[in-house]
C-alpha cells in the first residue's frame, strides 16, 4: 500500500500551517497564511530550486517559521523565506511541480520526479547558448561559401579536361572504324543479346540520373556505400564519389559482355587514367554478331586508358556534377557502330582528358566502374553490400566457384537482419526460421552466433507467448542455449529475466524464484531488476491475490520510479487496490498516474473507466459523470457500454435528476436488452430506485403499490433467462422478498434455497439466509399450532437443513419443529435439534421446554438409562420450579422402576403419589407402583388400598387398560389371601369384564375365577366355569386343566358313594 509519511502537520512558521504529503515520488506542500487574497507567483528560477514570489513586503507581516524536519522528502529539500519570497530547494534537477487551486489564502504544490526538467536552463544560459549556436552557424556558413567557391573553379577546370578528351575519343573511334571496315569478319551464329531488369547493359542516356534510377538495393543493405574500385591517381586529381544512387548489390543480375573496346587517348595530358564501363551496341538486324581482337597503341608516355564504355543510342553529353573540387563524369561514346563487337587494349595518355559536356556546372554526375585491366568484363563484387549472392561466384567458363569465408559470414549478416527485420515487423515464423538457420552454421563468429541464438529465443518467446505452459521446454532451451553461450555476455539478464518468466508463466513457482533471485544478487544494478517485480505483480493479478499483486507493484513504483514499466506498475496497482475494496488508496494512484501522463487515457481508454468507476464509489460524482460520458463517447462501441450508461443513470438519480436517469435507463434498456446495463435499467424502472443492497423495510415500500407486477416480472427474466449474469444472484433474492412479502412461505423458500444452491459465494449469501429464517420464525408456528408437522418438516428438509442445520432460525421455531419431528415419530431428528438445550448451561425457558421434550422422547422409547442420567444432571445443574421438579422425579422413578431399582424407585412413588403438582394420571401410575411394592412385601393392607385408589384414578383419567386389570388383580389377591373370598369374588367378576373370550388371558382368568368360587363354597359356579373353560379352550392349558379337574371331581363323587355313611 502507498505509504503516507506525515512529517509536520502543522507547523507553525510565518503565521501559517504548512501540511507535507510525501508518496514514493511526489511531495505535496500546502501554505495556508493569514491574509487573504495574496498574490502570488511560482516560477522555476534554478536547476534546483523554484520561487514563490509575492508583492513587495507581503510577508513582512508574517511572523518568521519554525524549522521543519524535511529528511524524509522525496523532491523537497530546503524552504527558504524572505521579505518578498520563498525559495524552495529540491533534491535533483530531474523534477516538475504543480501548482494546484487553493482556498482563500492557501497555496497548494505538488513536487514529482520527471527526467525532462534535467533539461531546464534559466533563460541567461538559453541567451548564451543561443549566442554561440550563431556563432558556429555563421563560421559555418562562410565555411560553406568559400568551399563552394573552390569546387566551381576545380569543375571548371575538369570540364575543360574533360572536352579535349572527348574529341580525342572521337577521332580514335572514328580512325578505329575505317581500320576494320575493310576486314570481312566470321560468320557466327545467330545470336540475342537482351539487356537485363537491373539496367545494367542498357545504354546509358545522357541525362542526369536520379537516385531511384538505379536497381533496387535489397532492404537490408547498408544505404550510400561506395561501391567501385579505386582508381591509383593522385591526391590532386582524385574523383570525389557520388553516392546518391548506389550501384546494383553483389549478386545482381546483369548483361554480359563478351569483348571490351579499348579506345586510345591521344598525348598531352598528364599522367592517369579515365576508364569507364563499354558494352557493344545493339545489333542493327538479326544477321550474327561479330568481335575481332584489336592490339593495344602505345602513346608516347606509355600510359594506357582502358574500360567499358556504354553507348547511348543518341550521342549525348552526360551532365556534370562538382563534388570535393573534381568533375568526374560518365564517358558518352560516338554514334553506334556496325553489328560486330571489337575488343582490344589500347593505351593511355599520359594524363588523363575528360571530355566536358556543353552547359556542364552544378549538375550532378554518375560514375561509372573503374578498372586496371578490360580482361574480365563482368561486374565487380561490392565489399560493402550486405552479403553477396552465390549467382555471383562464376568462373570464368560460368562455372560455379565456391563461396569463401567472407562471402559466408556476409550472407550470415544479411540473413540475421532479415529475420530480426522480421522479428520487428511482427513475422515470427519467418524470424524464428532466420535465426535458426544462422546459428546452425558452424562457421560463425562468436558475436554473430550470439546475436543468432538470443534472437531465436526471443522469436521463440514471442511465439509462444499466448501459450508458454505447453511450450515450455522448446522456449526455456532456447534460453539456456542463449545464457550458456556466453556468460559473460551483457545478455545474461536478459536471459535470467526470460527463464524466470517462462517458468512463472508455467507455474514452476521455485524454478521462478530462483532465476529472478539470481539475477538480483548477481547483477543488482541490471536496468532488468524492476521487471521481476512487474512480472510477480502480473502473476498475483491473474491469480487474483490482490494483496500479493499491490506489495509487487508497490516496491517498483516506490523503488523504482524512473523505470520504463513504472506506469504499467502503477496501473496494476490501482487494479489490485480497488480489488481490495481500498477506493481512496486506489483513487490518489490513479490521481498519480493521471497527472504524471496526462495523456495516457487516450492510449487506454479503459484507464478512464477504472477512473470513474473509482470516482463514483467514493461519491465523486460529478467527476466519475464525465469520465463515463468521456469513455462513452470516445469508444461508442466499447462493451462497457451498457454498464457505463447505467451508472450515468445512477448518478443522475442519486442527483435527484428523475427525467435525464429515466431516459438514460430507457436507453440502456433499448440499445442492451439482454446486458447486464440493460437489464440494471429494467430493474431501476421497476423499482423507481435504487436498491442494489436491499431489505424488507426498503422492498416493503416498492412492493406496496397497487397493481405493481413489474418487480416480479424482471426478476423472473434475469433468473430464468441470465442465470449467469452478475445480476442474477440480487434478482434471486429481490425474487424471495416477493413471495414473503406475498405471504408465499412456500415459494419463498424455495427462491432462497435456490439462491443457496446456485451462488453460495455471493456476497448476499447472508442476506438470503437471514430471509430463510425470518419465512421459518413467520410460518412454523402457526404450523405448529394447527398441528401441521408435516409441512414444517418439509420446509425444514428442504431449506433450514441444508444451511447450517438452521442455525439462524429462532428458539422458538426450533422447538417447534423438534416438536414436529417428534409427532411425526423421527424422535432422533427432534432430540438433534434440542441438543443445544439440554446442557449443564440452563437457558432459560427453552431449557424446560427441550426437557419435557426429551423426558417424553425417552419415556416413548423406554431409554431409562437416558431418563436417569438427564434427570440427574438438571437436579444438579439447573434451576427449577417445582412443577417441573415433580415431573423430573417421576421420570426419573419411572426409569428405577424399569430399571428394576425398586428400592430407588419407592421413596420417590411415596412423595409423587401425594404431590398434588403433579397431574391425576401421573398420581394414579404413583399410586400403581406403591401397590406393586407392598405386593412384593406382602403388605395385604397396603396392597388393596394402594390398588384401591389407584384403580380409581386410572378409571377416573382413562388410564392405561392393563394397569387397571393389575390393579383388579392386586385387590382379588388382597381379598383372597385375607380370606375374604366373596369380596374377592365380587373383584373378580369385575376383572372378568375387562377379558373378553378372544383375550389370551381369558381362559386363565376363568380358570382362577372357578377357584374362587370353589374356595367360597359354591361348587355349581365353580363346575359351571370350568365346564365352559374345558368346552372353549380344549386344546389350551387351562382348558386341559378344568377337564382334569372336573373329572378328579366325579371321581371324588363317586368314591363317595361306597363310603359308609356315619352311625347315627
Not at 517559521?65 to 523532491?75: D, H, I
Not at 561506395?226 to 557520388?242: I, L, N, T
Request: hydrophobic residues 35%; proline residues 7%; contains cysteine.
Amino acid at each position: 500500500m502507498a505509504a503516507f509519511i506525515w512529517l509536520a502537520c502543522p507547523h507553525s512558521g510565518l503565521a501559517m500551517q504548512y501540511y507535507i504529503n510525501t508518496k514514493s515520488d511526489m511531495d505535496s506542500l500546502r501554505l495556508v497564511f493569514d491574509q487573504k487574497n495574496l498574490d502570488s507567483s511560482v516560477r522555476r528560477t534554478g536547476r534546483q530550486q523554484i520561487t514563490i514570489s509575492f508583492p513587495a513586503g507581503s510577508l513582512k507581516g508574517e511572523k518568521a517559521p519554525a524549522p521543519m524536519p524535511l529528511s524524509g522528502m522525496r523532491v523537497v529539500d530546503s524552504v527558504k523565506i524572505g521579505a518578498n519570497s520563498i525559495v524552495i530547494g529540491t533534491r535533483m534537477s530531474g523534477f516538475g511541480f504543480i501548482r494546484l487551486p487553493g482556498g482563500n489564502g492557501e497555496m497548494v504544490l505538488q513536487f514529482f520526479r520527471d527526467p525532462i526538467g534535467s533539461k531546464w536552463r534559466s533563460p541567461v544560459d538559453n541567451a548564451k547558448l543561443a549566442a554561440a549556436q550563431k556563432t558556429k552557424a555563421d563560421a559555418q556558413k562562410a565555411e560553406a561559401a568559400k568551399k563552394a567557391a573552390a569546387q566551381r573553379s576545380a569543375a571548371q577546370q575538369a570540364a575543360a579536361r574533360k572536352s579535349a578528351a572527348q574529341k580525342t575519343i572521337d577521332q580514335n573511334i572514328v580512325d578505329q572504324q575505317k581500320a576494320v571496315s575493310d576486314a570481312k569478319p566470321p560468320i557466327l551464329e545467330e545470336i540475342d543479346i537482351t539487356p537485363e531488369n537491373d539496367g545494367q547493359a542498357i545504354p546509358i542516356k545522357n541525362d542526369t540520373v536520379s537516385p531511384d534510377s538505379g536497381p533496387r538495393r535489397p532492404f537490408y543493405s547498408v544505404p550510400y556505400t561506395y561501391r567501385s574500385p579505386v582508381s591509383k591517381v593522385g591526391p590532386e586529381d582524385a574523383a570525389v564519389v557520388d553516392t546518391s544512387s548506389p550501384p546494383s548489390r553483389a549478386g545482381g543480375d546483369s548483361s554480359p559482355v563478351t569483348e571490351r573496346v579499348a579506345v586510345e587517348l591521344p598525348a598531352g595530358s598528364s599522367g592517369g587514367t579515365v576508364g569507364g564501363i563499354v558494352a557493344p551496341p545493339p545489333p542493327f538486324n538479326n544477321e550474327g554478331a561479330i568481335s575481332g581482337q584489336t592490339q593495344p597503341v602505345e602513346d608516347q608516355t606509355g600510359g594506357s586508358a582502358s574500360g567499358a564504355i556504354t553507348p547511348p543510342e543518341p550521342v549525348q553529353a552526360a551532365a556534370n556534377s562538382i563534388d570535393g573540387g573534381t568533375a568526374v563524369e560518365v564517358v558518352s561514346p560516338p554514334p553506334p557502330l556496325p553489328p560486330a563487337q571489337v575488343s582490344g587494349s589500347v593505351a593511355t595518355p599520359p594524363e588523363p582528358s575528360v571530355a566536358a559536356a556543353p552547359g556542364a556546372g552544378d549538375a550532378e554526375i554518375n560514375y561509372g566502374e573503374v578498372y586496371n585491366s578490360t580482361d574480365v568484363a563482368e561486374k565487380p563484387m561490392d565489399s560493402t553490400d550486405a552479403y553477396p549472392t552465390e549467382d555471383a561466384a562464376k568462373g570464368k567458363d560460368g562455372e560455379s566457384k565456391e563461396l569463401t569465408l567472407e562471402d559466408k559470414i556476409k550472407i550470415a549478416k544479411g540473413l540475421l537482419l532479415a529475420a530480426e527485420t522480421a522479428l520487428e515487423d511482427g513475422e515470427i515464423q519467418a524470424a524464428v526460421d532466420g535465426f535458426k538457420d544462422v546459428a546452425a552454421m558452424s562457421y560463425l563468429p562468436k558475436d554473430l552466433r550470439i546475436k543468432a541464438v538470443y534472437g531465436k529465443a526471443e522469436a521463440l518467446t514471442e511465439l509462444h507467448k499466448d501459450d508458454l505452459k505447453n511450450n515450455f521446454g522448446t522456449v526455456s532451451s532456447s534460453w539456456m542455449e542463449a545464457m550458456n553461450s556466453d556468460t559473460n555476455s551483457p545478455n545474461v539478464p536478459m536471459a535470467l529475466l526470460n527463464l524466470g518468466l517462462v517458468n512463472l508463466k508455467a507455474g514452476n513457482m521455485p524454478e521462478a524464484k530462483a532465476y529472478f533471485n539470481l539475477l538480483k544478487s548477481q547483477y543488482p544494478n541490471d536496468l532488468n531488476i524492476p521487471y521481476i517485480s512487474y512480472y510477480w505483480g502480473e502473476y498475483y493479478l491473474g491469480m487474483h491475490e490482490y494483496e500479493k499483486a499491490a506489495d509487487q507493484f508497490q516496491n517498483l513504483v516506490q523503488s523504482y520510479p524512473d523505470s520504463k514499466v513504472v506506469r504499467e506498475a502503477a496501473l496494476g496497482l490501482a487494479k489490485s487496490l480497488n480489488a481490495l475494496g481500498y477506493n481512496k488508496q486506489a483513487y490518489q494512484i490513479i490521481d498519480y498516474i493521471d497527472k504524471r501522463w496526462p495523456r495516457y487515457y487516450i492510449e487506454d481508454l479503459n484507464f478512464l473507466l477504472m477512473a470513474a468507476n473509482t470516482q463514483n464509489k467514493l461519491g465523486k460524482l460529478d467527476d466519475a459523470k464525465k469520465n463515463y460520458w468521456a469513455f462513452y463517447n470516445l469508444n461508442p462501441e466499447s462493451k462497457e457500454n451498457d454498464t457505463v450508461l447505467a451508472r450515468i443513470g445512477d448518478i443522475y438519480l442519486k442527483s435527484d435528476d428523475m427525467r435525464a436517469a429515466k431516459e438514460i435507463y430507457e436507453k440502456a434498456a433499448k440499445d442492451y436488452p439482454d446486458e447486464e446495463g440493460g437489464l440494471v435499467s429494467k430493474m431501476r424502472l421497476a423499482e423507481e430506485g435504487i436498491y442494489d443492497d436491499p431489505n424488507m423495510n426498503q422492498m416493503d415500500k416498492v412492493f406496496d403499490r397497487p397493481y405493481n407486477l413489474r418487480p416480479q416480472k424482471i426478476y423472473t427474466e434475469i433468473v430464468k433467462n441470465h442465470p449467469d449474469s452478475p445480476l442474477a444472484p440480487l434478482a434471486q433474492l429481490k425474487l424471495a422478498m416477493w413471495y414473503y412479502w406475498n405471504k408465499k412461505y412456500g415459494d419463498c423458500l424455495g427462491a432462497v434455497q435456490d439462491f443457496m444452491d446456485k451462488y453460495p459465494r455471493s456476497s448476499m449469501h447472508d442476506k438470503a439466509s437471514e430471509l430463510g429464517y425470518r419465512v421459518f420464525d413467520k410460518a412454523v408456528p402457526d404450523l405448529v399450532k394447527d398441528e401441521n408437522y408435516g409441512r414444517v418438516v418439509k420446509f425444514w428438509d428442504s431449506y433450514a437443513k441444508k444451511n447450517n442445520d438452521g442455525d439462524g432460525v429462532s428458539d422458538e421455531t426450533r422447538l417447534g419443529v423438534a416438536l414436529s419431528y417428534w409427532k411425526k415419530e423421527q424422535p432422533d431428528a427432534a432430540l438433534k435439534l434440542i441438543d443445544r438445550y439440554l446442557k449443564e448451561k440452563q437457558i432459560p425457558k427453552y431449557s424446560a421446554m427441550a426437557l419435557d421434550m426429551a423426558l417424553g422422547i425417552y419415556v416413548d422409547g423406554q431409554e431409562w438409562s437416558k431418563v436417569s442420567e438427564l434427570a440427574d444432571m438438571v437436579q444438579k445443574n439447573w434451576d427449577i420450579d417445582p412443577k417441573q421438579k415433580a415431573h423430573i422425579e417421576y421420570a426419573n422413578a419411572m426409569a428405577y422402576e424399569n430399571l428394576g431399582e425398586t428400592e430407588s424407585s419407592t421413596p420417590l412413588w411415596a412423595g409423587l403419589a401425594a404431590n398434588l403438582q403433579l397431574p391425576e394420571s401421573s398420581r394414579a401410575y404413583a399410586m400403581y407402583y406403591m401397590a406393586k411394592s407392598a405386593m412384593k412385601q406382602k403388605e395385604l393392607k397396603k396392597v388393596f388400598v394402594y390398588s384401591q385408589e389407584a384403580l380409581s384414578m386410572l378409571l377416573e383419567t382413562g388410564g392405561d387398560r392393563e394397569k387397571i386389570k393389575d390393579c383388579i388383580l392386586m385387590t382379588i389377591y388382597a381379598a383372597e389371601s385375607s380370606g375374604r373370598y366373596r369380596e374377592a369374588l365380587q373383584w373378580a367378576s369385575e376383572y372378568d369384564k375387562y377379558i373378553p373370550i378372544s383375550d389370551p388371558e381369558w381362559a386363565s382368568s376363568r380358570f382362577r375365577l372357578a377357584q374362587l368360587y370353589e374356595k367360597a363354597g359354591a361348587t355349581a359356579e365353580w363346575k359351571k366355569l370350568m365346564e365352559e373353560v374345558a368346552k372353549k379352550s380344549p386344546d389350551g392349558l387351562y382348558g386341559r386343566l378344568a377337564k382334569s379337574a372336573l373329572e378328579t371331581s366325579k371321581i371324588e363323587r363317586d368314591a363317595s358313594k361306597f363310603v359308609p355313611s356315619p352311625s347315627m
